[in-house]
Every structure is written in C-alpha cells, then in structure tokens.
C-alpha cells in the first residue's frame, strides 16, 4: 500500500512538474535556490548510509537517493521548487530509512543480549545441580 | 476504500486540533497523512520516547492543511501530506528504536547481573570446593599425626623392650662376674688354704685341740741352757714367715722339762727356752703384742720321764698358732693328764 501510494505520488509529483514549470513561466516570483535544503537531503542520505540503511531499509534509502538526484537534475534546470520538494521528502525518506536501520539494529540487539541471558542462567542452573 | 474510512475515522479527533476543521475532507493523501499523525499522537510509547518527532509529524500535518485551507495546488498539499505521512512514520519508528535501546541498556545491565551472579556462584563454589579441600587436608594431617604418635609409642615400647633386654644382658652379666668373683675368691680361698697348709707342713705344725701346734726338741737347744742351736733358729725363722704371711695369727710359747733335777731350775730353764723363742721372733720383726710366752716346768710332760727317749721327749718348747681370729685354746682343756705326772698346784 506504501509502494502503490509512492507511485502514485511520483505520477501526480510528475503531472504537477509541468504545470509548475508552466506557473514559473507566468510567475512573478521566482523561489531562491533550495541549497540549504539540498545540502541538509544529502546530508540525511548519508547519514542513513553510515546507519546501514542499505541493509535493514534499502527500499526508502534508495527512494531518498532518487529524489536526492531527481532534485539536483531540478535544480540543475531552474525549477528550484520542485528541487525543494524533492530534497525535502528525500530528507525524510532518508530519515525514516535510518531510523529504521537503527531501530532494527537495536531490536536485534536486544533479542542477541537477551538470548545470551538466557544461555548465562541455563549455565548457572546447570552447574548449580 | 475500507483504509481511508478507517483513517477518516481515526482522523476526527485530529480536526479538533487542526485550525481548518470545517474544511470537508475529500483527499486521500491528506487523510493518509492525517491518520498516520493521529495514530502516533494517540501512540503513548511515541509520545513518551520520541516526542521532537511527534512535533515535527504534527507540525507538518499543520504546514499540509493550511496549504488545504489555503487552496494552494493539489500537488503542493500532496507532497506536504507526504512530508507529514513520513514524519509520522519516523515518530514511530524513533520510538520503535528508543524502545529497543532502552531494551538493550536493560538487558544489558540484567545479562551483567546474570553474568556477576554465575560469577559469584562460581566463587562459591570454588570458595565450598577450596574449604573442602582444606577439611580434608586437616583430616589426613590429624591422621598423620595420630600414625606419627602411634609409631612414637611404638619406638619407646622397642626402646622399652630394648633396655629390658639390655638390663636382662646386664643383671646377666653382672650375675656372672659374680659367679667368676665367687668361683675367683673360691680359687683364691683355696689357694690361701693350700698356702696355709703347705706353710704349717712346712713347720711340721701337727693339730691339737688348741689349734696347730709347732714342737722344737731338746735338740734344738743347747744342753741346760736357752741358747737355740741353728736349727732351732731356723724353726723361728720359719715362723717368723709364717707370722708375716698370716697377721692375724698369734701364738703362745710354751716351754716345758722333764722331772730330773730341781723343780725351779726345770722351771726357770722352761721359762729362759720359751723366752728365747719369743725374742727370737721378735728379733725377726714380729710384733710382741702377738706373742705370750710361758714356762711350765716339769709339767704337762708328753712322754715318760722313767727313760732316755721319753725325758728327751719331755724337755721341748711348743708352739701353739691361734686360730684366723687370733684366739688360742686354753691350755687345760685337753690336759695329758695320763701322761706323767698331772699339773701343778
């Protein structure tokens, strides 16, 4: 359901990039460069790397680095707004896939410590008999 | 769709918070997003463990329905919706994490209690196997000991035995240097007994009454005078000898005459002989103390005076030897009263 509603917003996100393109034209104000914001994306991406997203969550990592790039070819073009939208949703795409990664991490280390509880009191309830 | 009932439902007590709650909801993404929000605001664990989270979800569910509100392009309010949706999820997931860390440190900290406690049986283990160890060794130590005394009551029960036996040799021995000293003394008393003989044999001593008794004839003498003839002196030198060898012996001198003649000279002449003798020994360093001498006269004689050969007989000087004590038989006691006259007066 996640994956049919991120496709679903590519498709829309893409429908909507002409007709933006095509507001920019008659527009008088013309958004500053989303720099800031692409540099805090990229940033979240790389983060997300070093928290092994690319094992525990690679789906949403790999999203984040999409639009990371789509943002930049965006940005590259002019279209700074759809720049900024895409390097902010590849910021929480990021996010989520290291917080996950994270959150995984701990789980399993959680289940690992608490096994070996288990293997220390079996050792004791061996040796006391 | 049975999911965007769902979060519409979920989403109502959203749009008491939200500024824009009489704006109809028509879109998808928004509801979507709005009840992922709701979900983690009504979510405790993500309230209490991911709270700057929880704002950030909210606050961007706000920035999507003002953009609603607003009518700002739908592509716009989508792409908020989206921001806001993945917020939430994020919430989620952060207490999700928080949870399992929060897991960790505990299970961690219980995994050292659990390893601490093994540990700790583990010491008291080897703490109960040491001590059992240590009882033991006392045990045998107290053993050894016991052997030890044992062996010590042992050595001095043989070292008993050893000094009895050894006092047994010793009474043995001693018994049998006895037996020697006796058999020594026996030999040594005998020979004293043979000297004793050979020397009286070897004054012609013949046994009397009184003891042994040494005859010296008239021949001995000059004829009527007291002077001893070289014979005779060696007579007295031959008991002078013996009263050497023999300190306890004494000896009475006695002179006698036959009955030819004046009494009193027989008498005095009797006296002068005996005293003769007497100087004679003493002359040879005899004590004087341990000689009496004596005349009798006519006397005590041994033979008859009515011949030659038994007056010869009667003129003599006798030697009585004392017994080891010294004591001499008194004269008398056996008189020859058969023979001649009897004693006088």
Known sequence: ?129 | MKTWKLAAGLALPAFALGACAVMPEHDSELTDARAAVVAAQNDPKVVELAPTELNQAVEAMHRADRAWSDHRDVEYVHHLAYLAWTRAAIAQETARMKEAEASVASATAERDRVRLEARTREAQRAQARAASAEISAQRAQAQAEVNRRQAIVAQQQAAGATQAAQAARSEAEQAQQQAALARAQAANANEHAQALQAALAELQARPTDRGMVVTMGDLLFDTGSAHLKPGGERIVDNLADFMRTYPQRRVAIEGFTDSVGNPGYNQDLSERRADAVRLALIDRGIDPARIVARGYGEEYPVASNGNVAGRQMNRRVEVVISDVNGVIGSRGSAPLANVGRGPRG
């Not at chain 1, 070093?50 to 073009?77: F, I, P, V």
């Not at chain 1, 929480?92 to 995984?104: E, N």
């Open chain 1, 1 to 129: 359901m996640q994956s049919s509603a991120t496709t679903k917003r590519m498709l829309t996100l893409a429908a909507a990039g002409s007709l933006v393109l095509a507001a920019a034209g008659c527009a008088t104000v013309q958004p500053a460069a989303p720099t800031s914001q692409l540099a805090v994306a990229r940033a979240a991406v790389a983060d997300a790397r070093s928290a092994d997203a690319g094992t525990y969550d690679a789906a949403d990592l790999h999203n984040a680095q999409r639009k990371l790039d789509r943002a930049h070819d965006e940005m590259a073009q002019g279209d700074y707004a759809a720049a900024k939208n895409l390097a902010e949703e590849a910021e929480v795409d990021a996010r989520l896939a290291a917080t996950r990664a994270r959150s995984d991490k701990a789980t399993r280390a959680a289940t690992e410590v608490q096994a070996s509880i288990r293997a220390l009191q079996d050792e004791i309830t061996r040796n006391a008999q």
